[in-house]
């Protein structure tokens, strides 16, 4: 039971927008308290008791109390909250590596992620700094042929410019995995 309860559930804002993803649980506590409807399958928003009522469906996550078996929901729209969260992209090796697609930026190859460095444009030995702007992903061949030299000292170019990336709160969701449903398809297309 406490496994269905951290099934992920897709948050929207008012407006129909992904705002986050949360647990079962969570989901279950903003609707119960009037603070959010659940969405079914049709796109209609549903109170908690509404909610209630409807009958499981094959594939369903269940969650059985004392009087009735509910259904967990995949989609919760929240009744007042307007704003889209701003993304906060941390660097790691991680979202550098997705920023570029796993793709080597000198050659680029995708290999294996284990096969994939991150190299430093401007070398830390010539004062580069880790940011956005100074780290891309590089194949194991592409940064020992670099070495401790710049794109230009070694010959080599950059398929693209280092930026920091723009992601927005459905790619977020969507690089998260955290447990894609079919009935989350038509609120992550939009935004």
């Known amino acids: 039971m406490s496994d269905v309860l951290t099934t992920a559930v897709l948050v929207l804002n008012r407006h ?7 647990s079962a649980r969570r989901a ?16 209609e928003s ?12 094959k594939g369903d996550d269940l969650v ?7 259904r967990v929901p995949r989609v919760l729209r929240v009744a007042h909250y307007d704003r889209v ?7 790691s ?8 697609q796993f793709q080597c930026q000198y050659c680029g190859r995708t290999p294996a992620p284990s096969e994939l460095n991150i190299d430093h444009v401007v070398p830390r030995s010539q004062g580069g700094e880790d940011s956005w702007e100074n780290l891309v992903t590089a194949c194991r061949p ?8 710049t794109p230009d000292q070694s010959g080599m170019h950059l398929i ?30 939009v935004g």
């Open 160 to 189: 693209r410019p280092a930026a920091r990336p723009r992601w927005s709160i459905v790619r977020e969701i969507m690089l998260d995995g955290a447990g894609r449903y079919k009935e989350w398809e038509p609120f992550l297309k």
């Open 28 to 43: 279950f506590s903003l609707l119960f308290r009037g603070a959010a409807w659940a969405i079914d399958e049709s796109g």
């Open 142 to 149: 592409c940064n020992l042929k670099k070495g401790g030299r």
């Open 16 to 22: 129909f927008q992904p705002v986050q993803v949360t």
């Open 64 to 70: 059985p109390t004392v009087s009735l078996v509910l």
């Open 93 to 100: 090796h991680r979202n550098v590596m997705l920023r570029d």
């Open 85 to 91: 969260p701003r993304t906060i992209i941390h660097l």
């Open 46 to 57: 549903l109170d908690f008791w509404s909610w209630a009522r409807l009958p499981a469906r």
